[in-house]
């Protein structure tokens, strides 16, 4: 059984530019959500898709979006970043939104 | 008043202490509870899942919830220095999965 995986690692982009971020779920899982986690605080909920369809989402503008594939795996697309968007993403899967598996995360810094 | 307040520590505790972790929250629509464990450079682990109030207990841990004062608690015990990580606790007001509202988490360091 695989675990959760996202790309990249480590990201440094510039401020205005745009960033996508990559989650693979674990084997069978058919959810993902995505957080924001900043330095020192806990992760912040941007929104779950459910079998390719958003099916939630937290209090972020639309400059973040996502898209869920076929297989599940899922992107993260953050458009004008800026400043304050570096942060640890982090990608969770689960089956039919039930318990949450995290992956690693990528770490954003934006300069 | 933020959603979920956390004592952010740092605690540090000798080995086999026994250690408390709490959360107060605002929101009284919350009904699932979790906790989770974050090591640095790692994403959080499910440790404990609670629905409503009560009490869970699985091995060490015991996860405690009183909708009733809006406090959760996680005890450790016999505490080990492989517990040395972040505590997260976690609420969601709907369904287990959806929407979780973070607390900004405790930093726990067990000294051997």
């Known amino acids: 059984e695989t675990g959760v995986t996202q790309s990249p690692t480590h990201l440094i982009k510039t401020r205005g530019q745009q960033v996508t971020l990559r989650c693979s779920s674990q084997?069978?899982?058919?959810?993902v959500s995505w957080y924001q986690q900043a330095l020192g605080q806990g992760p912040q909920f941007i929104f779950q898709?459910?079998?390719?369809?958003?099916?939630g989402r937290g209090n972020f503008p639309p400059r973040f979006s996502g898209l869920q594939f076929p297989n599940y795996s899922s992107e993260l697309n953050v458009n004008a970043l800026e400043l304050d968007d570096s942060a640890l993403y982090l990608c969770?899967?689960?089956?039919?939104?039930?318990?949450?598996?995290f992956g690693p995360g990528t770490r954003l810094t934006v300069t | 008043q933020k959603e979920v307040e956390q004592d952010p520590g740092p605690l540090s505790v000798p080995e086999g202490a026994i250690v408390s972790l709490n959360c107060t929250y605002s929101?009284?629509?919350?009904?699932?509870f979790m906790w989770y464990r974050q090591y640095s450079r790692k994403g959080p682990e499910l440790l404990m899942y609670?629905?409503?109030?009560g009490n869970k207990e699985d091995g060490r841990f015991t996860a405690q919830v009183d909708k009733s004062s809006k406090y959760i608690s996680l005890f450790i015990r016999d505490s080990q220095p492989s517990d040395s990580a972040t505590y997260l606790c976690?609420?969601?007001?709907?369904?287990?999965?959806?929407?979780?509202?973070f607390g900004p988490g405790t930093r726990l360091s067990v000294l051997p």
């Open positions: 969770a899967s689960s089956l039919d939104r039930d318990e949450q598996y």
């Open positions: 084997s069978g899982h058919n959810t």
């Open positions: 898709y459910y079998r390719e369809e958003e099916n």
């Open positions: 929101n009284s629509a919350f009904q699932y």
């Open positions: 609670t629905y409503s109030s």
């Open positions: 976690a609420m969601s007001a709907h369904n287990y999965g959806q929407n979780f509202v």
